[in-house]
């Protein structure tokens, strides 16, 4: 008998301490985030913001989903791409009839409440508020000056880019009427008290922009390292700032910046017709780079463009687009009934302009040197410089060895630099059609594309601007129904 | 791990305590001295045997022969003897000298089934105070589910099952009395074997399972605090028995299943080449052209991709056919997608038993279920072994330990995935061919002579039946059938006990239980064909590890004074749960065949991440009751988490809960039919500590902003700020009110309940939507407030009860009412839906169909009126889609729900049936929508119903001018927005067995039964193609439907 009371009187004492033991806070404290970071510990080092750099660049080609992660993403709405070839189709040159892209080849892809319409917006807006997280938070580290200011400096110009791609999705040029709505400003993170800004105008839109890349081209360091084409260096930032004071026919500045970022970058005609995949190209002076494990597989452009592949195949290039390419220019890189057909058909030229590689690991080229000359060319010639023709034929003779140079001058050299954008920069980056909305011209549309989209739009139609996403107007204070695009 | 002060002096206390209390047990131990006796029946005087007869405040226990006798031990002459039987009245007899104590047993009429799994522990269904739904096994039983959550649709009331797939093995979505929340998990808790579950509800079989308790009020879940705001399911798997009797248990059944709605009606090949041929020539008068029906003619061919009758220009100017025109081919996509007569298998053999010491169940199941697309499949083995044994009279232990592996076969049907089959039926119209065909229509053949599938691919020289506008490059005939998606499961639960019961009145339990669940998902990617091909075939293999204990320690005090009975209960718990993620993916396969890492070139991706969360939790409860009349209940509740910071981290959740039998006052004895009457009521506070992020995934640290992981720039590893938290985010709370009557007539020959309750959630996490632009898409706060209400009434009736013919019947109905009381902001829009004070979480807020101008065909909406200074004044239409405005339309949640069950016994046979039934819910049917698009999606298939299409001026109709444009027609809108309100047979049972009197005979077989079993062979529903259990959203997906089965089966008892 005694021998079994001690027995209970040990099994009770075990879980009479059981009761007790379990409560300390060191295993409630214990488990900790695995995949996240705290703010505090990105700030904590120059690695760890250039980790979110990393992190920023790498979103923007990635296979975007959503920004609130409750809808699916879809093949067109996949980061820069998306809305690089949102534009290619846009305009004369190339034709999706079909399969993705085809709502905004048919110009019937502007409506509040189109996913296209959101992915624009919500994509940039996020990347906007990455880089005001950047921003923000390097002020308050500790770091030299130098290195604050360079960091600031590639934040402020990514912000800059996605300021200049939105207003121009959702408004007007610039040179239209600078006084009109614009789209909602932030320069600070979005915190628990943030609220929606109002839409402004065009021109404060601008004033950012253009505040933003000064500050970039002063601070970004001439000759810098960076890790991958994909950072945003010095070249990539004037580049930027060319293209916008184009925008803006600041001509002056437009021609100095398009100098200056091409600087250390030279033309290589001989590269022109290897795909278009490779960042290595010398004329890249921005791209991103994908790899068979971070790639957007079938949302790469030459899903699209090149035939020989498995992909959606769907682009063509209009006739009277290659009429424009003399035989001898390296650019010339169509073929004529791949399919069959007539000359009539959509379907009579392909490209061979991009190419897909067989793991996907396509190159996005994003900003070339030659796009500098012709920015240069046509800020030379709205200037009345008498060597804007030679700057233009410096890329012409590049491209093609029996180039003549034409002799034009004034609105005819202008007339001939728009013409040579749209050949030197087709299916890359939407140069087509946005041309036609800076220039204010109308878009018409000839030769082979389907007689139900032939179109003849006049010049600044409202067909040509997104609406604002219905989501924005629901859930922002200062935006209402009035504030909506035509 | 130093224990406070407090708890060190507390120690002590106990310590002392505990051996006092010890020294003084042994003492009584003493005088062990045999008692014997004989239990009867008072009604008619025939012996019972199986009587539980236990010395009160020990284990020491026998059980009564099968002559009703019985023989114990007792230690001493104040000692008491308990006797108790299901379904009799429990009596409590004092030894003193006595050394024979013959005993009636009355039966008990008042309780159905004696004793209810509770909360930590059971009690006596007269005892409860809170509301709880059972489910028992006859009722599993008549069902043929895969997962159990299925077994509580339309068997209790309160609690709403949704399918939604027609995958078998897939779980339904489960809520009960409304839904609690918006943001964060809505996901009753699931309790298995009176520890949290953390497998999944698909490893556990309906035949190892006693019942399904539904935990409805805060008085009976309380005692799960932070995590019981959603209810909490207690499954309680079987145990044997101690009669002495050994059993073993064989079933077997095998059947087909079908589709239990047919799918949408689609156009055939002539219609669609026609109707496109008119879409075209509205599009040629658009553009005017001369001769739209020539344009129309040309043009056909050239949009479509594909000519199914080998004729330039089949359809002529005029619309018509020409001649010699023939289909030389019409694909029915559905029928080579899909399965008919999937087969359905089922076993399990089962032994169970016991003496008056040890008793145990052991379990071995298999099921193998066909699915609704081809190669889909459901396997699982189940192995239990539930054992408990008494080691001497203060001594008990026991385990419930199961191991369980099931394999999916789980080709896509949901969502927007090319893959998708059932989006591919709904997408490939019948004039697309399954294989290639050449120029004139023939049949390409590879080298040896077979057909080739078509991808819809270009080809370089060909422009007629190639590059396919729909979901090109892509054939899921081919590529379901080539790739292989595996979803493999495998789940062990070690789950012991010990009990020690020492004085009279203490008894201790500790329990340890311990999971590993395994998830382990192979997708692999053919290289011939599809995705894969690309990349010369992929793999895909992610596996899931979940880790996952708890300890709980129990003291438990039960007195009697006379005629007061308290109960008091202490428990400790400790909780770890951990979940390691690991994802890899692989591409180029040299080998056919091969689908393993190793035979494959390159890496494509891996990941991998660890989530952790932890609990400890002090529990205690007090029942007291006075005299079987009044009862009353206290649960409390205390948990600390890992998930909220140190300053949030303690929830103390409370409830109370009181109830009064009237019919055992002895004012009652002559209240006319009326046999049985209680009232009860209960009030406490529950917890919600399941907040999810974006993506609908459980968020470890709610409370840190973070950057997250992984988006690394080639090599350069790179963060994204990806979470932005409210670092004062806690507990959501539901304040619950249950108020309920039960009673019983005629003897409680009709029994039933009624309830009410009103349930209020309080500091709801929200995510609160911040201005799109601000590039953050909302932030998590405790900021709302969400009431469910409902009424559920409960029916049971025992029709007829002869010895040859019994007649049961149940009937249940659920009226339930959810309203959001308060917003962060006056209204939050949320997909089709719009959150606002006063409605429904799910309440439909879409654009307002108006029907089709009959001058023109176009589709028009409604929009706002405004007059000079921007009031509404009244609505418009409008034949632009983005300006239409949105109105209400009502909820996705149905207004009432009911169950009626019945069963029948009569000689041998057995029938029972299940009918449960939805009203008012509504649906947007936008795989419908999808259908109805007109030809803005050339290519695409096509509903029957487009045939009503607008023709010319002066056609009255709801359905549009067919347009190639970007019409808007098949948007979001009241058109597809129907009444969701269905009635379905979920079972018939029909059986057969044979009688004792022959199968005494036998000397091996103790029972055998065949049967017949059919389910959800009928549904009545006023949507065609719509399965009515779609989505508790009411939002349609493209997924499979749910299945008609027809079992044939066999009991057989040695």
Redesign the interface.
């Known amino acids: 008998?005694k021998k079994?009371?001690s027995h209970?009187?040990k099994?009770?004492?075990i879980?009479?301490?059981?009761?007790?033991?379990?409560?300390?806070?060191?295993?409630?404290?214990?488990?900790?985030?695995?995949?996240?970071?705290?703010?505090q510990?990105?700030f904590s080092s120059e690695d760890?913001v250039?980790?979110?750099?990393?992190?920023?660049?790498?979103?923007l080609r990635?296979q975007w989903q959503s920004?609130?992660?409750?809808?699916?993403g879809y093949t067109d709405t996949w980061g820069v791409v998306g809305i690089n070839l949102t534009r290619v189709v846009k305009g004369t040159d190339i034709m999706i009839p079909?399969?993705w892209y085809q709502?905004d080849y048919?110009h019937?892809?502007r409506?509040?409440?189109y996913y296209k319409v959101r992915f624009i917006?919500?994509f940039l807006?996020?990347?906007?508020?990455?880089t005001?997280?950047i921003i923000n938070g390097v002020e308050e580290t500790d770091f030299p000056e130098s290195a604050k200011n360079k960091f600031i400096a590639e934040a402020r110009a990514l912000r800059a880019w996605s300021y200049f791609n939105l207003i121009r999705e959702y408004q007007h040029p610039y040179s239209v009427d600078p006084n009109a709505p614009g789209?909602?400003v932030?320069t600070e993170p979005?915190?628990?008290e943030?609220?929606?800004?109002s839409r402004g105008t065009l021109q404060a839109v601008y004033d950012q922009i253009v505040g933003d890349l000064d500050y970039a081209v002063q601070n970004l360091d001439p000759g810098g390292e960076r890790?991958?084409k994909?950072n945003i260096n010095i070249n990539v930032a004037y580049g930027l700032l060319a293209r916008v004071k184009l925008e803006m026919r600041q001509w002056e500045d437009a021609k100095n910046a398009a100098i200056a970022a091409r600087n250390g970058y030279s033309l290589a005609a001989d590269q022109y017709g290897d795909g278009f995949n490779k960042i290595e190209n010398p004329e890249w002076l921005w791209g991103f780079?994908q790899?068979?494990?971070?790639t957007i597989y079938y949302g790469n452009p030459a899903s699209f463009l090149d035939?020989f592949?498995?992909?959606?195949?769907n682009a063509f290039a209009n006739d009277d687009f290659v009429g424009l390419f003399s035989d001898t220019d390296v650019r010339n890189l169509f073929l004529a009934q791949?399919?069959?057909?007539a000359p009539t058909?959509y379907?009579y030229y392909i490209t061979t302009k991009f190419v897909q590689n067989?793991?996907?690991s396509d190159d996005v080229v994003m900003m070339r040197a030659a796009e500098m000359y012709l920015i240069e060319a046509e800020a030379k010639a709205e200037l009345g410089e008498s060597d804007a023709g030679d700057v233009l034929f410096a890329l012409q003779s590049n491209r093609d060895p029996n180039a003549v140079k034409s002799g034009n001058t004034g609105q005819a050299l202008i007339d001939e630099i728009l013409v040579e954008r749209r050949k030197e920069l087709y299916g890359e980056i939407g140069a087509g059609f946005m041309d036609i909305r800076r220039r204010q011209l109308p878009l018409i549309r000839t030769g082979n594309h389907p007689?139900?989209y032939r179109y003849n739009y006049p010049a600044n139609s409202d067909i040509f601007i997104l609406?604002i996403?219905q989501?924005?107007i629901?859930?922002?204070?200062?935006?209402s129904e009035?504030d909506q695009n035509p | 791990?130093?224990?406070?002060n407090y708890?060190?002096s507390?120690?002590n206390k106990?310590?002392i305590t505990?051996?006092l209390l010890?020294?003084m047990?042994?003492v009584s131990?003493?005088q062990d001295r045999t008692i014997s006796g004989k239990v009867y029946s008072l009604e008619d005087g025939i012996p019972i045997p199986g009587v539980n007869v236990v010395v009160k405040g020990t284990i020491i226990g026998t059980i009564s022969d099968i002559e009703g006798n019985y023989s114990i031990e007792v230690p001493s002459d104040e000692s008491i003897l308990v006797f108790s039987h299901i379904g009799m009245i429990r009596r409590e007899i004092i030894v003193g000298t006595q050394s024979v104590i013959d005993l009636q047993m009355e039966y008990d009429l008042q309780q159905l089934s004696e004793i209810v799994v509770v909360a930590y522990g059971t009690q006596t269904k007269q005892a409860l105070t809170g509301a709880i739904g059972v489910v028992d096994e006859s009722m599993i039983k008549n069902q043929q589910i895969v997962s159990v959550g299925r077994a509580l649709q339309g068997t209790t009331p309160g609690v709403n099952v949704i399918t939604g797939t027609g995958q078998p093995g897939e779980n339904p979505t489960i809520r009960i009395r409304g839904i609690s929340s918006i943001n964060a998990s809505a996901e009753p808790l699931i309790v298995l074997d009176g520890v949290v579950f953390n497998g999944n509800l698909n490893s556990i079989s309906p035949d190892e399972i006693e019942s399904i308790n539904v935990l409805k009020d805060a008085s009976a879940s309380a005692l799960y605090g932070s995590r019981a705001a959603n209810g909490v399911l207690l499954i309680t798997t079987k145990s044997g028995s101690r009669t002495g009797e050994s059993k073993i248990d064989i079933t077997a059944s095998f059947g087909i299943s079908n589709r239990a709605i047919p799918e949408y009606e689609f156009l055939n090949a002539d219609e669609y080449m026609k109707l496109a041929w008119e879409a075209l020539k509205f599009?040629g008068e658009?553009?005017a052209?001369p001769d739209p029906g020539q344009?129309a003619s040309d043009n056909l061919i050239?949009n479509l991709k594909y000519n199914p009758y080998g004729v330039n220009n089949p359809i002529d100017a005029n619309g018509n056919l020409i001649s010699g025109a023939n289909l030389l081919w019409e694909t029915d996509w559905e029928k080579e997608l899909t399965r008919e007569n999937a087969l359905r298998q089922d076993f399990t053999l089962s032994f169970s038993g016991g003496n008056d010491k040890t008793q145990y169940f052991i379990f071995g199941g298999y099921i193998n279920q066909e699915g609704q697309i081809i190669t889909s499949k459901f396997e699982r083995l189940n192995t239990r072994l539930n054992l408990e044994t008494i080691l001497?009279d203060?001594l008990k232990i026991g385990t419930k330990s199961a191991f369980s592996y099931s394999n999916q076969n789980f080709p896509y049907q949901e969502?927007?995935a090319f893959a998708n089959n059932v989006q591919y039926i709904r997408s490939m119209s019948n004039i697309y061919p399954v294989y290639m065909r050449d120029e004139d229509g023939s049949l390409i053949l590879d080298e040896e002579g077979n057909p080739e599938y078509d991808f819809g691919?270009?080809?370089?020289?060909?422009?007629v039946n190639?590059?396919r506008?729909v979901l090109?490059?892509s054939n899921l005939v081919a590529t379901t059938h080539l790739n292989d998606i595996q979803r493999q499961r495998y789940y062990t639960n070690l789950n012991g006990y010990?009990d020690?019961t020492?004085l009279k009145d203490f008894s201790?339990r500790?329990n340890l239980s311990y999971e590993m669940y395994t998830y382990d998902r192979f997708d692999f990617e053919n290289p011939d064909n599809g995705d894969g091909?690309?990349?010369s075939g992929r793999v895909q293999r992610q596996k899931n590890i979940t880790n996952a204990w708890t300890?709980y320690?129990q003291?438990t005090y039960d007195k009697t004074f006379g005629k007061h009975f308290i109960s008091a209960s202490?428990i400790?718990e400790?909780y770890n749960f951990k979940y390691e993620y690991l994802n890899a993916?692989k591409?180029g396969f040299p080998f056919n065949g091969l689908k393993e890492f190793n035979a494959a070139a390159?890496?494509?991706?891996i990941s991998g991440?660890?989530?952790?969360?932890?609990?400890?939790s002090?529990l205690g409860r007090a029942t007291y009751n006075y005299d079987g009349r009044y009862y009353a209940e206290l649960a409390i509740r205390g948990d600390?988490?890992?998930k909220f910071s140190?300053d949030n981290?303690l929830g103390t959740f409370t409830s109370f809960g009181a109830s009064w039998i009237l019919s055992n006052e002895s004012f009652f004895d002559n209240v006319g039919t009326l046999s049985y009457l209680k009232l009860r009521a209960s009030y406490g506070e529950l917890g919600n500590n399941k907040i999810l992020?974006?993506?609908g995934a459980e968020v470890?640290?709610p409370y840190?902003?973070?950057?997250?992981?992984?988006?690394?720039?080639?090599d350069?590893?790179?963060?994204?700020?990806n979470?932005?938290a409210?670092s004062t985010i806690s507990w959501e709370k539901v304040n619950m009110l249950n108020i309920a009557v039960d009673f019983g007539f005629f003897n409680d020959r009709l029994t039933g309940s009624v309830e009410w309750y009103d349930k209020l959630t309080t500091g709801m996490l929200f995510d609160r939507?911040?201005?799109?632009?601000?590039?953050?898409?909302?932030?998590q706060?405790n900021n709302g407030d969400l009431k469910n209400t409902g009424v559920e009434i409960l029916l049971n009736s025992i029709n007829f009860q002869r010895d040859k013919f019994t007649w049961n019947t149940s009937f249940n109905i659920s009226f339930e009412k959810n309203e959001i009381t308060k917003l962060p902001q006056e209204e939050i829009?949320?997909?089709p839906l719009r959150l606002k004070e006063g409605s429904s979480i799910y309440e439909f807020y879409i654009e307002e169909w108006a029907g089709v101008d009959p001058e023109d065909g176009a589709a028009m909406w409604y929009m706002d009126e405004m007059d000079a200074e921007?009031n509404v004044v009244g609505k418009t239409t409008t034949k632009n889609?983005?300006e239409a405005d949105r109105y209400d339309f009502g909820s996705a949640l149905p207004k009432l729900r009911w169950g009626f069950s019945s069963e029948i016994s009569f000689v041998g046979f057995d029938f029972a049936f299940l009918i449960a039934a939805s009203h008012g819910g509504k649906v947007h049917d936008y795989d419908y929508a999808n259908l109805m698009h007109g030809y803005n999606n050339?290519g695409y298939q096509l509903h029957r119903d487009i045939l009503n299409r607008w023709q010319e001026p002066g056609d009255v109709t709801n359905v549009p001018r067919l347009n190639?444009?970007?019409s808007?027609v098949d948007?979001r809108s009241s058109n597809f927005l129907v009444d969701n309100t269905y009635v379905r047979l979920r079972n018939v049972t029909l059986g057969y067995s044979l009688g004792p009197t022959i199968l005494s005979n036998s000397k091996v077989l103790r029972s055998l039964r065949v049967f017949v079993q059919a389910d959800n062979y009928w549904t009545w529903s006023k949507n065609k193609g719509l399965d009515p259990e779609v989505n508790i959203k009411g939002l349609t997906n493209n997924r499979s439907s749910m299945f008609k089965t027809l079992s044939f089966g066999l009991n057989l008892g040695f």
Not at chain 2, 602 to 605: G, H, I, T
Not at chain 2, 716 to 721: K, M
Not at chain 2, 769 to 779: D, F, M, Q, W
């Open positions: 008998m079994m009371n209970i009187h099994a009770i004492l879980f009479g301490l059981v009761f007790i033991s379990m409560s300390c806070n060191e295993f409630l404290d214990e488990p900790k985030p695995t995949t996240a970071v705290a703010p510990d990105v760890g250039r980790a979110h750099f990393n992190g920023i660049y790498r979103n990635s920004v609130d992660g409750k809808s699916g079909n399969g709502w048919r019937q892809n409506n509040s409440n917006w919500d807006y996020e990347n906007i508020n990455q005001n997280i789209i909602p932030y979005a915190s628990i943030s609220v929606g800004e890790l991958l994909s780079p790899r068979n494990d971070q035939h592949i498995l992909g959606y195949n791949f399919y069959g057909g058909d379907y067989e793991d996907f007689d139900v609406r996403p989501g924005e629901d859930s922002n204070e200062n935006i009035s | 791990m130093i224990p406070t708890y060190l507390m120690k106990l310590q505990i051996m010890c020294c047990a042994f131990n003493a599009e658009e553009i052209d344009y050239d001497n203060w969502g927007l691919e270009n080809q370089p020289g060909r422009i190639v590059n506008p090109r490059p010990i020690i020492f201790f500790s091909e690309n990349v300890w320690n003291l202490f400790t400790t993916q591409t390159s890496l494509e991706d991440f660890t989530n952790q969360h932890r609990m400890f002090l600390k988490s890992s140190p981290r992020d974006k993506d470890y640290f840190i902003s973070a950057f997250e992981t992984g988006y690394d720039d080639l350069n590893s790179g963060v994204f700020f979470y932005l409210n939507p911040l201005a799109r632009s601000l590039g953050y898409p909302s932030v706060e829009l949320v997909g921007d889609y983005d050339m190639t444009g970007n808007d948007q």
